[in-house]
């Protein structure tokens, strides 16, 4: 079975907002460090946020009281008239605009740079026009100080950047997580026969090394001695112990069972699977375009709103009206400032707390928001099989009679000799008949035959539970139609001989989520195909897919070609969501427009997803894309009502009204601006989760 695991790892619309230059998109390094350095990157400019945003709030605190638009509304304005306000106000106002105001300053500089207006320049542009104009007015020039709403804008739109990065800051480790596979340490074998430990980083081409049971083997390569049962399924997705013997090539990270091998080293470093694997990681979300936010557009629009008013008001004041300069240019500041509204800078940030915590009580760990927002469109929903829409764990399908014994005979001399052994499909076998017939009898000399199977005696008879390989080696060559049967479905069918005569075998097979198919169901019913992706045979993707009733299926499908099926589908039209839980999903999870991970998945694949269902039900897929579609609705309302009072605030501010003795002071203007904030803090915490 094969697996690609991925998620859009670039999806940070904020990597713009923070104002600090930073274009920190690839993991470029193999060992995770990328990785590391992104996340660090992110923590620290959060706690930055964080910082600026406390200070700038004490330091607004006495701008506030000082202010004489606080101080008119609140009736105490004649009190402020003291001898040194202004240079005071002046001075605080100056700490808070140059330390609390520098992230949008200097992002605004970002965006000029890149002749892409959008928030920061709107903010740094409202921000400089009050600053300036009111140290002006501090020393000489005619007119009022706006530093009240400059310190008032610098502080509401820190909080909303702070909250927004909280909501969408999550460690992209997955490289890390990739690394951890991999031992630190390996046997290597001497010329003398004895054994060296050493760092796998000094393993070479053509090395051998020894690989004790239940160790994980350090690098790829093939077995020179010995023969095991191996656990390739977090990289492979393979839920089936893969026998190795000698010549068989082995997976570096994948677990070895029971026996002893030594393996040959073949590919070290970047050669290896892992870090090709890492590789198409870092290639496909290198490849996503970082879209930009709703809010940054209507910033955009803004900012050259805000140009064209200012410029059209100052014209129409000196050149039209014939007013004074002065009166000109309060007019013309107050209308820039007006412009950028706080609500705007609250708007999306708001609606992202208040879903991914919404999304979280449900289930849904939302990672990067981007794909999240983008997962309303999605029109085929790609599952990976193995551990999404099957448990990823093997069962008792059916138990098949050869002799006289009866199936729960035959089942209770099986379970009886697995449940001493520590195999996956010998647990399986135990814990399924346990779970319905209760504690099998007792089996006494346990042995474990390695690559084979297993031998017990029972009630005083010799039990032999034996791969059909292994049987027909021992002179069994156990045939039947229903046998037959089982391994055309793909199912792993094991021998059991009594006494040394075969009386029956037991077919096991992967079993399908009971969720699955009424998520397919739900999925179909909003219009969404759903396919499937399988390293398995035809025979058991068909099976599977027919019993859940999807629209297409791919099988047999080699891990590195994960992430090309996902852009065939792409290639039909389709915008694609891929949902998987193994390492070498990861590439298909980039590849996809949107990567769900199942929660109990690899860390790998919940590192790399946008989106992982925590409680590993592919019915919470169907969630998801309903919820992103209530999130755009939200998100389309707290705009309008963000730019909307900018409809409303600006002609006043500009003095339309002036012949009719309404002209928008500051004043006015900053209640007006507040109950736009109220208005759109209440509409995110309407948000409620899409019931079915």
Not at 431 to 436: A, H, R, S, T, V
Request: charged letters at 20%; a negative charge; one cysteine or more.
């Amino acid at each position: 079975m094969t697996r690609d695991n991925s998620g859009h790892g670039e999806h940070h619309k904020h990597d713009d907002h923070q104002g600090q230059g930073n274009d920190h998109q690839g993991h470029g390094d193999h060992g995770g460090h990328g990785g590391h350095d992104h996340q660090g990157h992110h923590a620290a400019m959060l706690a930055d946020f964080k910082k600026r945003f406390w200070v700038s709030l004490v330091l607004t605190l006495p701008i506030a009281a000082f202010s004489p638009m606080l101080g008119g509304l609140l009736g105490y304005g004649e009190a402020l008239d003291i001898p040194g306000r202004l240079p005071l106000l002046f001075a605080l106002s100056t700490v808070v605009f140059f330390y609390g105001g520098w992230p949008f300053l200097k992002g605004g500089v970002d965006e000029v740079k890149k002749g892409q207006p959008g928030m920061m320049l709107l903010i740094g542009l409202a921000i400089v026009v009050a600053y300036v104009y009111s140290g002006l007015v501090t020393f000489g020039l005619p007119g009022k100080v706006f530093f009240w709403e400059l310190a008032s804008l610098i502080i509401i739109m820190l909080l909303g950047h702070w909250i927004e990065m909280r909501s969408v800051m999550s460690a992209q480790g997955a490289m890390q997580e990739l690394a951890k596979l991999v031992p630190s340490t390996a046997h290597r074998l001497k010329e003398d026969g004895s054994t060296e430990d050493v760092p796998v980083s000094d393993l070479k081409r053509g090395e051998r090394v020894v690989v004790k049971p239940g160790e994980k083997i350090p690098a790829d390569g093939q077995v020179a001695e010995g023969s095991s049962s191996v656990d390739e399924s977090v990289l492979t997705g393979e839920t089936k112990a893969v026998e190795k013997g000698q010549g068989d090539e082995v997976i570096g990270g994948a677990v070895n069972g029971q026996g002893s091998l030594t393996v040959e080293v073949q590919k070290t470093g970047e050669d290896s699977f892992l870090s090709q694997v890492m590789e198409m990681v870092r290639q496909a979300r290198e490849s996503k375009s970082r879209a930009q936010g709703l809010a940054d557009k209507a910033a955009g629009w803004l900012f050259y709103i805000a140009l064209a008013a200012g410029v059209l008001t100052m014209i129409a004041w000196l050149a039209l009206a014939g007013s004074d300069f002065v009166f000109s240019l309060e007019r013309t500041v107050t209308v820039m400032i007006i412009t950028c509204p706080h609500a705007l800078g609250l708007a999306i940030p708001l609606v992202v707390a208040v879903s991914t915590t919404l999304a979280a009580k449900h289930g849904l760990l939302i990672r990067n928001r981007t794909p999240f927002e983008a997962a309303r469109n999605i029109q085929a929903v790609l599952f990976d099989k193995t551990g999404t829409l099957t448990k990823g764990e093997f069962g008792v399908d059916r138990v098949i009679p050869l002799a006289d014994a009866d199936e729960q005979e035959i089942w209770k001399l099986v379970a009886a000799v697995e449940g001493r052994s520590e195999h996956p499909i010998a647990r399986a076998v135990a814990d399924g008949y346990q779970e319905k017939h209760g504690q099998p009898p007792r089996a006494d000399d346990f042995d474990s035959i390695p690559g084979k199977g297993a031998k017990a005696t029972v009630d005083g008879t010799e039990i032999r539970i034996l791969s059909l390989k292994a049987a027909g080696e021992a002179g069994h060559d156990l045939q039947s139609e229903e046998i037959t049967k089982a391994q055309d479905a793909g199912m792993t069918v094991v021998a059991v001989l009594r006494g040394g005569s075969p009386i029956g075998a037991v077919a096991l097979d992967d079993q399908v989520r009971e969720a699955s198919k009424e998520a397919v169901s739900r999925l179909k019913d909003m219009g969404i195909q759903c396919m499937m992706l399988t390293g398995d045979s035809k025979n058991v993707a068909e099976r599977v897919a027919k019993e859940l009733g999807l629209d297409d299926w791919f099988a047999e499908v080699l891990p590195d070609h994960k992430a090309d099926k996902v852009k065939e589908i792409q290639g039909r039209g389709l915008s694609v969501c891929m949902t998987g839980d193994g390492v070498n999903d990861a590439p298909a999870l980039a590849q996809a427009d949107v990567g769900v991970a199942i929660g109990a998945g690899t860390d790998v694949a919940v590192e790399t997803a946008d989106v992982v269902l925590v409680r590993s039900d592919p019915r919470d897929v169907a969630d998801m894309i309903r919820l992103s579609g209530e999130v755009r609705k939200k998100t389309i309302q707290n705009l309008f009502w963000a730019t909307g009072y900018n409809a409303f605030a600006i002609p006043l501010a500009a003095g339309v009204l002036w012949w009719a003795g309404i002209v928008l002071s500051p004043a006015v203007g900053a209640v007006i601006m507040s109950l736009s904030t109220v208005i759109v803090a209440i509409n995110a915490k309407l948000l409620t989760f899409p019931e079915e």
